[in-house]
């Protein structure tokens, strides 16, 4: 009966203490977008329009200006470190010669809903990182990786 009083207690105490989950995360979409002179990604709203003026800035490199990446992502449970976006490319400037780049960007997490972040590559960035051969965004939380959304050839 003693040890019963004894155990009891100490076994309340241990399933009482419930383990605490990590956050899950994933990236659900990645849209990798040239930006032309005006910064522009689009002429018009229409998903149709997009699509062709993207079309027109792939076969016409001067009129390009720069890259934004819109990452549609989500995390669930409790949050317990910062949460950033990362966002590798991997492109071939002149020369042929391979250059790797890492943009970083804080985020925020919100409701139980999803989020769009844009990252944007600086003009000069743009420019010595050359035409843009590979991609991965990563979504971060302290220093664990929780998502992950990479291009083919990467």
Do not use: C
Request: positive net charge; glycine residues 6%; without cysteine.
């Amino acid at each position: 009966m003693r040890q019963l009083l004894i155990w009891l207690p100490l076994l309340l105490s241990l399933a009482a203490v419930a383990p605490a989950e990590a956050a899950t995360g994933r990236v659900i979409k990645v849209l990798p977008h040239f930006l032309d002179t005006n910064r522009l990604h689009t002429l018009s709203p229409s998903l149709y329009e997009r699509d062709a003026y993207q079309f027109y800035l792939r076969q016409h490199p001067d009129k390009r200006s720069t890259m934004r990446f819109d990452v549609h992502w989500k995390t669930k449970g409790a949050v317990y470190g910062p949460l950033k976006l990362r966002v590798e490319l991997r492109g071939i400037a002149e020369g042929n010669s391979p250059k790797q780049l890492v943009l970083e960007q804080p985020v925020e997490p919100g409701s139980w809903f999803s989020h769009w972040t844009a990252i944007a590559l600086a003009r000069d960035q743009f420019r010595d990182l050359g035409e843009v051969t590979a991609w991965r965004v990563t979504l971060w939380e302290a220093d664990q990786m929780i998502g992950e959304q990479k291009s083919f050839l990467w």
